[in-house]
T-cell receptor, first 115, second 115 residues
């Protein structure tokens, strides 16, 4: 069965620290997609990245980077030089090609960045 | 480009009352999703529409929840009668509907409190 685990419930850092949010997934599909979303206090889920199962290249976008490793079923997210505006709940999600594209979300990691 | 619109943003009702939520997806998006997010959890899919047809409603409590997307554009989700455990944020999302892990874009959500 498909499952997404975000073991870190809450992380607190001081501004400018680097922080990594962990995501481990389970699926029987060979074709699947992984996502990260940010949920600020306003409540809206903001799309950050989409990765398909055939592309294991790491990706960097500004201060954000993602590390996808199929061997460990992980899709971790790193924020470099964190800022107060990064404070939010971050969700990792999985969709399977054979499963109507519905997203299976983890329970989220609350990141608090203090000045 | 306008994002996913939802209304109302907040709703407070008493148990056994009925309530309806409205969603207008991004223009041109064929697939529309309704998710329920209980406090401290990740969103869970309630129902998925492709144009005006239901693709997946396996997790919709059909004894009290109903949803429609009559003209294949906007959608309404109804709860009748509401229970205390229905207190949650109801998120609407949309995607192009091409399958293969389409990115879903979310609206601001409706926060429902059942007293």
């Amino acid at each position: 069965a498909q499952k997404v685990t975000q073991a870190q419930t809450e992380i607190s850092v001081v501004e400018k620290e680097d922080v990594t949010l962990d995501c481990v997934y389970e699926t029987r599909d060979t074709t699947y997609y992984l996502f990260w979303y940010k949920q600020p206090p306003s409540g809206e889920l903001v799309f950050l990245i989409r990765r398909n199962s055939f592309d294991e290249q790491n990706e960097i976008s500004g201060r954000y980077s993602w590390n996808f490793q199929k061997s460990t079923s992980s899709f971790n997210f790193t924020i470099t030089a964190s800022q107060v505006v990064d404070s939010a709940v971050y969700f990792c999600a999985l969709s399977e090609a054979r499963n109507t594209d519905k997203l299976i979300f983890g329970t989220g990691t609350r990141l608090q960045v203090f000045p | 480009e306008a994002g996913v619109a939802q209304s109302p943003r907040y709703k407070i009702i008493e148990k056994r009352q009925s309530v309806a939520f409205w969603c207008n997806p991004i223009s041109g998006h064929a697939t529309l999703y309704w998710y329920q997010q209980i406090l401290g959890q990740g969103p869970k899919l309630l129902i998925q529409f492709q144009n005006n047809g239901v693709v997946d409603d396996s997790q919709l409590p059909k004894d009290r929840f109903s949803a429609e997307r009559l003209k294949g554009v906007d959608s309404t989700l109804k709860i009748q009668p509401a229970k205390l455990e229905d207190s949650a944020v109801y998120l609407c999302a949309s995607s192009w509907g091409q399958g293969l892990g389409d990115t879903q874009y979310f609206g601001p959500g409706t926060r429902l409190t059942v007293l």
